[in-house]
Nanobody
Framework: VQLQASGGGYVQPGGSLRLSCAAS????????VGWFRQAPGKEREFVAG???????????DSVKGRFTISRDTRDNAKNTVYLEMNSLQPEDTAVYYC????????????????WGQGTQVTVSS
């Protein structure tokens, strides 16, 4: 499974960004995909996850109501996972990573089989 994240950038507080994760591979449809982030000087943390079918989602408390994760599953060999981020705040500044694992609980706990490269999100006035 290969994961390619994109869509990061610079935005003012209150603004929006949409991240994309192109997940490809013969078995990609069997994996839960999640977004994680790592701010300077902090540990990497779980942000949001979506199940294999795209029907189940889970968010860390700090982003609930502001971030939305979704998954395009029309192609079994290539799924695109989006993270729509609204009402961004400076504390959302971090490198964002997409990752794949087996089972939503495992992904939430950081038990990851595949990592993508990060994309920088900077929220500043």
């Amino acid at each position: 499974v290969q994961l390619q994240a994109s869509g990061g950038g610079y935005v003012q507080p209150g603004g929006s960004l949409r991240l994309s994760c192109a997940a490809s591979g013969r078995t990609v449809s069997k994996y839960v995909v999640g977004w994680f982030r790592q701010a300077p000087g902090k540990e990497r943390e779980f942000v949001a996850g979506v199940t294999t079918t795209g029907t189940g989602t889970y968010y860390t408390d700090s982003v609930k109501g502001r971030f939305t994760i979704s998954r395009d599953t029309r192609d079994n060999a290539k799924n695109t996972v989006y993270l729509e981020m609204n009402s961004l705040q400076p504390e959302d500044t971090a490198v964002y990573y997409c990752a794949a694992g087996q089972g939503l609980r495992n992904v939430i706990d950081g038990q990851i089989d595949y990592w993508g490269q990060g994309t920088q999100v900077t929220v500043s006035s």
